[in-house]
């Protein structure tokens, strides 16, 4: 597979998902980025912004095997990764695995379970594996967490941990559609017909556990040069130096970004990065993972806006 693959490959899903999901381009495109960069990405907006629905439709359209988790405050660990329950009749432990043995997982409101269980998911984010009773379970090498939360309510929720926050590849804010796509969803939803039946949009699968493997190995031979590695790292350090942020990007979001940069050149269709590619994925890949200064909180600024200027003052390689 070469990066002509990974780009048809990448429009055929945008496809099939755009068979169910009006508009929302670019969090299908976030979402592929962070699958080909072998990352994970947080999505964070109201409710009724089909979230949940581009989930679901991705994985339908990978063919990779889909789980969900819907986050409550009663929620355990165990619930998440499973565990070995007693059975009486044989007189043995069984195995009992959890939803997070899947391709795709669909951890949905994660902020609304405590720091306990949210920590269940740490260790096969960042290692793609999960242990229990002492025995390390591998899980696919394709692993993937696409995790929702509500920025509005602000009861009964408890936010991510930096630690976890800087496990995600993107943190990305789902908007409301514009006039016309509004539009457009009503009158594709609004029928009769039970819209959450994805069946009935015939979505195929365009690719297994083996095709996404094989893009994989095919954006990790992306060329980075060393130009775009110092302007990385610029950027990366430009946050722990600025005065308006008082936690800048750790050594680990300069890893991610590169690993990003390369799986959007594939996505465009180019065996090297660009800063382009930088510049276009900085504001998602760092915003979670950077903290306003008290006098920046005070002043009301935001800090995407921050990332952004941070990124036209950083000097670009020619």
Do not use: W
């Amino acid at each position: 597979m070469n990066v002509d693959d990974v780009k048809a490959l990448a429009t055929a899903i945008r496809e099939e998902v755009a068979k169910a999901i009006t508009g929302q381009r670019d969090t299908v495109d976030l979402m592929l980025t962070a699958l080909f960069a072998g990352g994970h990405i947080l999505l964070e907006g109201p409710p009724g912004t089909a979230k949940t629905m581009t989930a679901r439709c991705f994985a339908q359209a990978l063919g990779v095997v889909y789980g969900r988790i819907q986050f409550t405050p009663d929620l355990m660990p165990g619930d998440i990764v499973g565990s070995n329950i007693y059975n009486f009749q044989t007189g043995q432990f069984t195995l009992t695995r959890g939803p997070i043995f899947c391709d795709l997982l669909l951890a949905d409101e994660i902020n609304r379970t405590p720091p306990k269980t949210q920590a269940a998911l740490l260790e096969a984010m960042q290692e793609h594996a999960v242990t229990f009773d002492g025995t390390t379970h591998p899980l696919s090498q394709n692993f993937m967490v696409v995790a929702t939360q509500n920025p509005i309510e602000h009861q009964g929720v408890y936010p991510l941990p930096e630690a976890q926050l800087d496990r995600f590849l993107f943190k990305h804010k789902v908007s409301y559609p514009d006039a016309r796509e509004e539009r457009a969803i009503i009158a594709h939803h609004g029928g009769g017909s039970a819209s959450h039946d994805i069946k009935q949009y015939g979505i195929t699968a365009q690719a297994d556990r083996k095709t996404l493997e094989k893009a994989l190995a095919t954006v990790g031979d992306v060329t980075l040069v060393d130009d775009v590695v110092g302007y990385i790292a610029a950027l990366v350090r430009g946050t722990r130096e600025s005065p308006d942020l008082e936690v800048g990007a750790s050594p680990r979001a300069g890893a991610m970004l590169a690993r990003a940069a390369r799986a959007r050149a594939a996505l465009d269709g180019r065996a090297y990065v660009i800063p382009d590619d930088v510049k276009a994925l900085a504001v998602p890949a760092l915003r979670h993972r950077v903290i306003l200064s008290p006098a920046a909180q005070i002043d009301g600024r935001l800090v995407e806006q921050i990332v952004s200027d941070l990124v036209d003052q950083t000097e670009a390689p020619r």
